[in-house]
């Protein structure tokens, strides 16, 4: 079974365009998280689904990110207006349903967007 | 904020040598898992130890706990070139799998 699936892997924008990122989680996992990684944060989760409805987008920086998931084989990450402290590697995450596993998170490779 | 703080930052060791790394926590928690990054991939889940476990091995990795101390320590055997790349601690305070907070990461490499 494929793993994790993001697009794009490399995102290059300018400040001011709106982005959207890409994830099509492991097949029968029910769970989807959305993480930012930048080197002065590190590793922060920003919202995660249960069964495509958002439980919790806590870690959601501000207004200009918006996060949907609707169906249980995809998911974006929109950011608009985009700004230069937007520059991160973005990943997504998936798991089973907590009657299997349930501690263990499948990352995707990641999106690495610069903003310019 | 990080809820785990990993010491060293990073470490450089020999093939053959035992690599170790800590990490630091601040509330209390129902399960620490760790987690391997090589580098421009994602991260892959090693091993989990829940708070009422003192001591837990997986292949070459050991991991302890320590609650009263909110510490843990991730061993790595006799390392190879292969084990180079981030380690880090994820604290589940819910114990329900998702609201996991990452530490810095310790990265290792391990020199052929």
């Known amino acids: 079974d494929a793993g994790v699936i993001q697009s794009p892997r490399h995102e290059v924008t300018e400040m001011g365009q709106e982005v959207t990122l890409r994830c099509k989680p492991i097949?029968?996992?029910?769970?989807l998280f959305w993480y930012r990684q930048t080197m002065m944060r590190g590793l922060e989760l920003l919202i995660y689904f249960n069964n495509n409805v958002p439980i919790d987008d806590s870690g959601m920086p501000e207004d200009r990110f918006s996060a949907k998931m609707p169906n249980a084989s995809f998911s974006t990450l929109k950011i608009q207006p985009s700004e230069p402290r937007d520059s991160a590697v973005y990943f997504c995450?998936?798991?089973?349903?907590?009657?299997?596993?349930?501690?263990?998170?499948?990352f995707g490779p990641g999106t690495r967007l610069t903003v310019t | 904020s990080q809820q785990g703080e990993e010491d060293p930052q990073a470490l450089s060791i020999q093939e053959g040598e035992n690599a170790t790394m800590n990490c630091s926590y601040k509330t209390s928690i129902n399960n620490l898992q760790w987690y391997r990054q090589n580098s421009g991939r994602g991260l892959v889940h090693l091993i989990l130890?829940?708070?009422?476990?003192r001591e837990k091995h997986s292949g070459r990795l050991r991991v302890t706990l320590d609650t009263s101390k909110k510490s843990s320590s991730l061993l790595i055997t006799a390392s190879r070139a292969a084990d180079t790349a981030s380690y880090f601690c994820a604290t589940d305070p819910n114990n329900a799998g998702n609201m996991l907070t990452f530490g810095g990461g310790t990265r290792l490499m391990v020199k052929p």
């Open positions: 130890i829940r708070s009422n476990e």
């Open positions: 995450a998936s798991r089973l349903p907590g009657t299997k596993r349930p501690y263990e998170q499948y």
């Open positions: 097949s029968g996992h029910d769970y």
